[in-house]
């Protein structure tokens, strides 16, 4: 899950854009969920052809779907470790320099007036960018953004210590250097420090960002640049009367302002969530028309146009007119994806926020529904297992390899989940496929189950593991008889009952059904493991926490929705990150190589170093296993067919945007 500005800025340069833009089309793409993460850019209404250059008036009550409650109406808790994927889809967007225009997920000016990010310049002994910004630009409330926003927000990420989850990504802090432990094996100079030192207001509409080091692609501009901003005139009073984050986590979002066309007005857990239109949106009438090649033209309401990311040309793939269009969107709850289905079919809702693929039943049912629209794209995103390193067993190499040599992926995608999977080895899903290493293999792969058995015990006994009841491969019986029983580390430690944590089959029967399966390959082994399937909150409020008692989980099955730009393969396994002290490394993985790696991954000034990295740190993780990436799936999505999208064949899906419905019938 990377992390998330309100929802997951995809992350692409020009290249990475027009690349990203050509697959897209030759392909149908989709990509997300997460642990879950998500991302999407508010991008407005329908589809219009030469001529329309009107929104649709506003007036209609735009429903959606959802499976399960937000964490929080609060947007600074949104964005660290209350994030979930169903939090960042209900909470309007906040602002940003930059942001990511869809289909071709274009790197395009939010508050910034410069067309394209300008690069950094050495500032004395540090390195420097200055950004202009747009006099145009109002809060959902109507007062002006401007540079004292974005000093604000610097400053209060500043006073909480960095605060935790995406913020440590987008806004990194500088700290003193640090000397190396020469009596330590860790370096601890490989990150330590590496951040922003300052961000200045030079006027009101020119901001200055100072780093302590010559910072790359992974930071400037796909971190900071399209960081969260908030409005100082609201959120400043609360910031000033708490010395801790706790105070300003704990004050309500509902009617905050944002740089949005949508402010929300309503919150009932278990029920739903409303938003409502905002009637003087800055960006109201604006026209967007995106072409293929990547580029965008913009049009504002008064009719100035400006061109983002090279010549117009090609196809275009994208022409609307920003809204909102709705007068106000309301996201119903449902207890599980059954009952949104079905209420998706039988007219209840307009559109079905599901991260999750359909299993094949209620793919039938929504395929077989005359009035719905459905569209089906690649998602970028994988579900995978995670194992806490820092408890015994898990901490042990030889019982992480043991246990991913038993996973039969292709078995799991092929055969269990019907084709709903694809198995997959990268922490970079195949849909992006400039940055997915193809090379990659999984432990055993290719080896039938007699094989992976005999391979997962002969790990253990090598590594010096033990049991009471050694398991055995029983040929007549194509199964292990006997399983093992007492199992013992090395040092002679017995491993005691372990609990896998997964979504339940009422919110994701493919991730509930993966470990049911995972639970009787280990028992095989010896493992006394039981698979604990509950609800997607439980997991995430016990995998994330920080407080007193947490991290006492063995395992979890969970997902990650994705940013084209994969700087999640170092945001989710630095050392610097650990979940313990607020970030993304859940399994707390530490490895002074793949640190080194993320430290260099920072200051990669192109693509093809960038890329290089990713492949290693990739590789890193592969061999050492803190988690076990096991599937992504296409996305179907459906929605009735009395409402329209400005696009519909997109990488990651429509529900990785913000976008407004308009109605074409009543």
Known sequence: MKTTQTRWRWLALFLVMAMVAAACTRETSDTTEAGEDSATTQVGAADTTEGEAEPTAAGFTYTVGIFEDPNTDNPWAAIDTESDVWTNYTNPDMASLYTYQGPTYTLIPLLAADDSPPALEADGDNYSVTVNLRDDVTWSDGEPID??????????????????????????????????????????????????????????????????????????????????IYPEHFWGPTVDENDSFEGLYARSGLGAPNASGMVSSQREPGAFWRNNAVADYWDRGSRYTVYD???????????????????????????????????????????????????????????????????????????????????????NHFRYLAFNMRKFPMSELSFRQAIACRIDKEFMANSVLSGAAISVNSLVPPGNSFWANPDLTGICEGQEDAQRFETAKQILLDAGWTWDVEPEWDEDNRDVIPRGEGLRGPDGTTVQALEL??????????????????????????????????????????????????????????????????????????????????????????????????????????????????????????????????????????????????????????QNFSLEATVTSS
């Open 147 to 228: 540079a004292g926003d974005i000093v604000f927000t610097f400053e209060t990420v500043e006073k909480y210590g960095g605060l935790g989850g995406n913020f440590l990504t987008q806004w990194p802090l500088a700290t003193d250097p640090v000397e190396d432990d020469p009596a330590t094996d860790e370096d601890e100079t490989a990150t330590a420090g590496l951040g922003i030192l300052s961000v200045e207001a030079l006027d009101t509409q020119t901001v200055k960002i100072t780093f302590n080091f010559e910072a790359g692609l992974a930071v400037w501009p796909f971190a900071t640049g399209v960081a969260s």
């Open 293 to 379: 090649n990547g580029s965008v033209e913009y049009t504002n309401a008064s009719g100035t146009t400006e061109t983002y990311g090279g010549d117009p040309r090609g196809e275009v793939v994208a022409d609307y007119i920003e809204g909102p269009h709705a007068s106000e969107t309301v996201f119903s709850r449902y207890s599980d994806q059954s009952s949104a289905v079905l209420a998706l079919t039988e007219g209840e809702v307009d559109f079905l926020l599901n991260p999750l693929g359909l299993q094949r039943g209620l793919q039938d049912l929504v395929l077989a529904e005359p009035d719905l629209n459905v569209t089906v794209n690649e998602q």
């Open 501 to 654: 944590l997964a979504p339940g089959p009422g919110y994701d029967p493919l991730r509930s059904t993966y470990a049911l399966w995972i639970e009787e390959w280990t028992v095989d082994l010896g493992i006394p493991l039981t698979a604990e399937t509950t609800g997607f909150s439980v997991i995430i409020d016990e995998v994330l926490a920080v407080d007193e008692g947490a991290l006492e989980w063995d395992m979890y099955i969970l997902g990650w929705r994705l940013t084209p730009f994969p700087d999640h393969v170092f945001d989710f396994f630095t050392t610097g990150n650990d979940s313990a002290d607020g970030g993304l490394n859940t399994p707390g993985y530490s490895n002074p190589e793949f640190d080194a790696l993320a430290a260099d991954f920072k200051s990669a000034r192109t693509l093809e170093e960038a890329r290089d990295l990713i492949f290693r740190g990739d590789a890193i993780i592969n061999d050492d296993l803190p988690y076990v990436v096991l599937f992504a799936n296409p996305i179907i999505e459906a929605y009735r067919n009395t409402i329209e999208f400005p696009f519909t064949t997109v990488l990651g899906g429509l």
